[in-house]
Nanobody, 127 residues
Framework: VQLQAFGGGLVQAGGSLRLSCAASGSAFNRYTSVGWFRQAPGEERDLVAAISWSGGITYYADSVKGRFTISRDNAKNTVYLQMNSLKPEDTAVYYC????????????????????WGQGTQVTVSS
């Protein structure tokens, strides 16, 4: 699976951005879930949101619930992260990643292994 993330940029606090993750490869199939991670300078990479192949199961970190929405268009092999009400603390490099395996709940999205990674895209939120 090859992944390419784009859509980052500079936005003022309270603004919105939509990130896209374009996937390709034969392994990107109905067992593939996709997650968005972020990493700020000096901090660990954390899972922000994830979605199962069908879109029926999602996971959100507490810090983004109610502000971020993850979705996917399997016909386009693309996963989106709509980010609203952005805060300066959302500033980070955002990565998309794919994992293959059964998903039964949001918790399983959080704990599954993500083996395929795209390059990051920088999101900067100014105050």
């Amino acid at each position: 699976v090859q992944l390419q993330a784009f859509g980052g940029g500079l936005v003022q606090a309270g603004g919105s951005l939509r990130l896209s993750c374009a996937a390709s490869g034969s392994a990107f199939n109905r067992y593939t879930s996709v997650g968005w991670f972020r990493q700020a300078p000096g901090e660990e990479r954390d899972l922000v949101a994830a979605i199962s192949w069908s879109g029926g199961i999602t996971y959100y970190a507490d810090s983004v619930k109610g502000r971020f929405t993850i979705s996917r268009d399997n016909a386009k092999n693309t996963v989106y992260l709509q980010m609203n009400s952005l805060k300066p603390e959302d500033t980070a490099v955002y990565y998309c990643a794919a994992g293959v395996g059964g998903v039964y709940s949001g918790s399983s999205l959080r704990t599954m292994g993500y083996n395929y990674w795209g390059q990051g895209t920088q999101v900067t939120v100014s105050s």
